[in-house]
């Protein structure tokens, strides 16, 4: 079984930063993509920003684009997400995302398998 822990979350002002991390951990899995979701109270959960060691260029939704940046190791198996210049539009609870099944790149949510618990992120104005 795969666990994925999340953390780095926090309350900031708005234009501030946070930094996120997560670590995968299980027996007899190989990292091939990770990526950051993002839910808000009462929406859906959203992609934020995915990675791929099998190629290709990070995803990021448009609504981050300049402000985030995603970094990881597949061996390490870790994916963070440094997200600068945040926004109260930016509060809501982050979720990593990890996808073990094959090479194929991930962005959307059916192309994980396993999932953090999250961590809250608040940007007050």
């Known amino acids: 079984q795969v666990h994925l822990v999340e953390s780095g979350g926090g309350s900031i002002q708005a234009g501030g930063s946070l930094r996120l991390s997560c670590v995968a951990s299980g027996r007899d899995f190989t990292t091939y993509s990770m990526g950051w979701y993002r839910q808000a109270p009462g929406k859906e959960r959203e992609p934020v920003s995915t990675i791929s060691w099998s190629g290709g260029t990070p995803f990021y939704a448009s609504s981050v684009k300049g402000r985030f940046a995603i970094s990881g190791d597949n061996l390490k198996n870790t994916v963070n997400l440094q997200m600068n210049d945040l926004k109260p539009e930016d509060t809501a609870l982050y979720f990593c995302?990890?996808?073990?099944?094959?090479?194929?790149?991930?962005?959307?949510?059916?192309?994980?398998?396993?999932w953090g618990q999250g961590t809250q992120v608040t940007v007050s104005s």
């Open positions: 995302a990890l996808r073990t099944r094959d090479p194929g790149k991930a962005v959307w949510e059916f192309e994980f398998d396993h």
